[in-house]
């Protein structure tokens, strides 16, 4: 069975953030660590995929 995933944007300055529905519009996105960040929490990763309306 297929696993569907979903992608959601609540940044508002991303442009792939769809603002009716807080849905990114990209198929996937690209996570990467923070550099020097070692906290062991999700903090220490960002969407790599941002892009600045």
Same mark, same amino acid.
């Given at each position: 069975?297929?696993? /569907? =995933?979903?992608?959601? @944007? +609540? ?7 769809? /603002? =009716?529905?807080?849905? @990114? +519009? ?28």
């Amino acid at each position: 069975m297929e696993k /569907k =995933q979903e992608i959601n @944007c +609540t940044v508002g300055s991303c442009k792939y953030n769809n /603002k =009716q529905n807080a849905k @990114c +519009t990209l198929q996937t996105i690209q996570v990467e660590p923070i550099v020097n960040r070692d906290t062991m929490k999700a903090d220490e990763s960002m969407c790599a995929s941002y892009k600045h309306i």
